[in-house]
Each structure stands twice: as structure tokens, then as C-alpha cells.
């Protein structure tokens, strides 16, 4: 219980709003549901939202201390009142979750409190699973990462031995990661490999392909295979061996056939002709867990394949399949 009185500067103001300037940590949703139920008190007694402070009242906020830390991005999933996550499979260590293109998986500079990993964390704390007033270092963590207007499956690990399991995967190609794209044009041949060296600008977020070893090149392996074409399009199924940035829309502009509505590495006027300018119509849609080797409380997950639900530009652009 936090004791807070009034002074010159804050009378005159609503309860509900002086709560969420003192504790911008908390969701406005659960501010009008603690005055509501009377933990928040004034000159002792409960009081109605819309009360307008007097210089003098003294206030008893019987709130939970993590609310009155210091807002950081490390504590910004106290602000999310209910996380958004299509979770595509959960257990005790881990989670799959369906990822909507237009979220970034992080924090960025363009956005610090609606992301990917803020919703996990708030989701596992509000489950009573993870709390970081009782661990020591340790934070639900994403295994693998993707574009923000990239839709798909994305990894994140509960404990740290979960991570540590996951990353070394990763590493080790042990995960098969499928992707669904639609292209422009007929790729030929419809089944093959696409080779190459990425190099990327890191001013403009962008990377080069190269068809021979460069200095700062990273090599790229693509597999793709055509499921369906039609309408001056042709949707792909990716199977990335590699996992570099922008790898697939990269290797598929350098060969002709860039994604559709990718402002990037794509055509602008394609785009708008097919009525894509939303992002580019890439999505991580299954990944099987090959695991060769022992991995330990991840076991039980070797050989099982997960894939999400919905892709909304197959429905689009090849409704049917």
C-alpha cells in the first residue's frame, strides 16, 4: 500500500486521470477496476472515478508494488491489460505464436509497448508463470525473429534451458522453417534452389545478392517448390536452409519474380496493380521440429510439425487451395 496527499499542482484533477499519471505502468482498464473495487481510497473511504481531487486529500493506493516502478522497456508488459497472441501450441517450456504481419517481434524506435515479446511476457505473467520480481536474470525470450510486416510462426522459450535448447537448434539447422509467398510471374523451373551471398547496408536496411563470395557476404539457401499459379502470379512454398535477412524477398527479386507487395525489394506499380500495398505476401506458415539429436526437455517436440490456421492472401489471391 502506497500514501500519496495531495498538493496545489494535482487538485483539481479526476481521480482516473492523476492514477494514470502517477502510474503509467498500469492499464487504464485495471485503474477503473481498482477505484472500483476500493483500493484506491480517498481520505479513507472509496470514491467514484470522476472525483475531482482537493488539495489536502490523502489517498492509500492498496496496488501491487511493481506499478509504481519507473516505466522501462524491460517492464512494459505491465502496461498490456489483455495480450493479443494466436498461440499456436503451448507447453511448459515453450510457446508458438502466430504472428500478424504490421507487429514488430521487439522493441523498436518506432514502437516500445504493443510487441511480439511484450505480449508474451504479459501473457505468462497475468498465467502466474514468470515474474520478474521473482527471477534473477532470466525473461521469456524469443528464439527467432521476423519482419514486421511478415506474418508466421514465431519460437519463444518459457525457462532458460529452453533457450539455450532452442538457440543451439537454430544454429544447428535442426528446425525446418516453410514459408507460403506469392511471386510475380511463373518461376522456371517451378521447383529448385536459389544460391547466393547477401550483404547488408545497414543504413538502408536493405541487402545485396551476390552470385559469388564477396567480403561481408553471408551465404543464403533457399529451396523453393510452386504449389499454384495463376493471374500472372505463382504461389511458392520456401524452405529456408539459411536464415538470413530479407533472404527469401532478396533472392526471389534478384531472380526475377520479387513478392508481391514488397515496397522494398519489389515494383511499386505491380504492386498497386494486384492491389497488395500492405506488405509484402510472405508468411512463415510451418516449421517441423526434426531434432536428430537429444534435446533434452524438448524431446517430446522431435519429429511434430506445426502450421497456423489462415494466410489471408492465399485466400486472396488463390481461394480454394
Known amino acids: 500500500m502506497k500514501e500519496f496527499t495531495i498538493k496545489k499542482n ?3 484533477q479526476r481521480l482516473d486521470r492523476w492514477l494514470g499519471k502517477t ?14 473495487l476500493k483500493r484506491v481510497k480517498v481520505n479513507g473511504k472509496g470514491s467514484a472515478r470522476d472525483y475531482r481531487l482537493q488539495e489536502g486529500d490523502f489517498l492509500q493506493l492498496y496496488i501491487n508494488d511493481e506499478f509504481f516502478d ?11 491489460f489483455k495480450p493479443r497472441l494466436n498461440i499456436v501450441y503451448e507447453d511448459e517450456n515453450l510457446l508458438l505464436v502466430d504472428k500478424q504481419p504490421g507487429i514488430v517481434v521487439h522493441p523498436d524506435e518506432t514502437e516500445r509497448v504493443n510487441t511480439l515479446i511484450t505480449h508474451i511476457q504479459a501473457y505468462l505473467y497475468q498465467k502466474k508463470e514468470w515474474s520478474p520480481y521473482k527471477e534473477n536474470s532470466f525473461a521469456p525470450a524469443l528464439c527467432n525473429r521476423i519482419d514486421r510486416n511478415t506474418g508466421g510462426i514465431v519460437i519463444a522459450a518459457k525457462n532458460a534451458e529452453t533457450l539455450r535448447i532452442m538457440n543451439q537448434k537454430i544454429k544447428d539447422r535442426e528446425i525446418d522453417k516453410f514459408y507460403l509467398a506469392v511471386v510475380l510471374g511463373k518461376m522456371n523451373p517451378p521447383e529448385g534452389r536459389l544460391e547466393g551471398f547477401l550483404v547488408k547496408d ?7 545478392v551476390y552470385h559469388h563470395p564477396v567480403p561481408d557476404g ?34 526471389f527479386a534478384d531472380a526475377g519474380h520479387p513478392l508481391l507487395g514488397d515496397g522494398k525489394y ?33 524431446n517430446p517436440l522431435k519429429g511434430r510439425t506445426f502450421t497456423v490456421e489462415h494466410v489471408d492472401f492465399v485466400d486472396e489471391y488463390f481461394p480454394g487451395l
Open 10 to 12: 494535482d487538485a483539481g
Open 202 to 208: 545497414e543504413v538502408k536496411k536493405q541487402v545485396t
Open 266 to 298: 519489389g515494383r511499386e506499380r505491380d504492386n498497386r496493380r494486384f492491389g497488395r500495398t500492405n506488405g509484402q505476401a510472405l508468411y512463415s506458415y510451418k516449421l517441423t521440429f526434426s531434432f536428430p539429436t537429444d534435446a533434452g526437455i524438448l
Open 218 to 251: 553471408r551465404t543464403a539457401l533457399t529451396v523453393y517448390k510452386t504449389l499454384k499459379v495463376g493471374n500472372g502470379l505463382s504461389l511458392v512454398e520456401c524452405e529456408l536452409l539459411t536464415g538470413r535477412t530479407h533472404q527469401i524477398r532478396a533472392q
Open 70 to 80: 519507473t516505466p522501462t522497456l524491460e517492464n512494459a508488459f505491465l502496461s498490456v
Open 23 to 36: 502510474l503509467p505502468l498500469l492499464p487504464a482498464p485495471l485503474a477503473q477496476k481498482y477505484i472500483r
